[in-house]
């Protein structure tokens, strides 16, 4: 395992430019999250996510930044065409030091007003599994609905009650978004996964 001190002293060392690495580091203070924030913040490439001292930086595969793009491509169109008043937040920094959590969402959007810190809904392209719980750090944080695109599929979640969802951290699974309502989530998923952007496209607009 990479130590913190390794990691800050060089960043460009420690993950390059080759295929998705992953790297998780524990006991790592709030200051120094946001000192690895601060480190890396000229790149974009890497996600960051803390969760009570458990930090872990991803550097996405070429097939995760690809799925992630169609995704935001095919939302943002359906976005337009239903005249659905959004602002995208991108993989912007989510961070609450009382809480104990941070995250960088693969997508994640506003909707109806862009002061909003928090996004309305937040969406995590897994490729691999890491080892934080993405869930909670959702949870702690406040989003409101939350995708995971795994297998060519969506599973989606919604916060509802702590107590009443506590193996979810308070989010209930459900079939179809409840922010963005009318939007055919089968449909969309099988969009994503035609290889060809221009096709995927034409058919989903053909579709919604």
């Known amino acids: 395992m990479v130590s913190f001190k390794e990691l800050i002293e060089d960043s460009k060392e420690t993950f390059g430019d080759s295929s998705s690495i992953r790297l998780t580091i524990s006991d790592v203070s709030w200051d120094s999250y946001e000192l690895i924030l601060a480190k890396l913040e000229d790149n974009s490439h890497y996600r960051v ?16 930044e690809n799925v992630k793009s169609r995704i935001g491509f095919l939302l943002e169109f359906y976005f337009c065409k239903k005249k659905i008043n959004h602002f995208s937040m991108g993989s912007t920094t989510v961070r609450n030091r009382l809480k104990q959590a941070g995250v960088e969402p693969d997508e994640c959007y506003c909707f109806d007003d862009d002061e ?10 897994t490729i691999t ?3 934080i719980k993405k869930l909670e750090t959702y949870s702690r944080l406040g989003v409101t609905e939350v995708w995971f695109w795994k297998k060519n599929k969506f599973s989606l979640y919604y916060l509802r009650d702590l107590k009443q969802f506590a193996l979810n951290f308070g989010y209930e699974e459900i079939q179809s978004s409840e922010l963005i309502p009318e939007l055919n989530i089968a449909f ?3 969009c994503v996964t035609i290889p060809n952007q221009v096709d995927a496209w034409e058919q989903f607009e053909q579709g919604i």
Do not use: F, R
Not at 50 to 59: A, M, T
Not at 116 to 124: Q, R, V
């Open 116 to 125: 909003k810190e928090i996004p309305d809904l937040a969406i995590e392209v």
């Open 129 to 131: 599994s890491g080892s």
């Open 188 to 190: 969309l998923s099988e």
């Open 49 to 64: 996510t803390y969760l009570d001292e458990v930090l872990e930086i991803v550097s996405p595969s070429k097939k995760h």
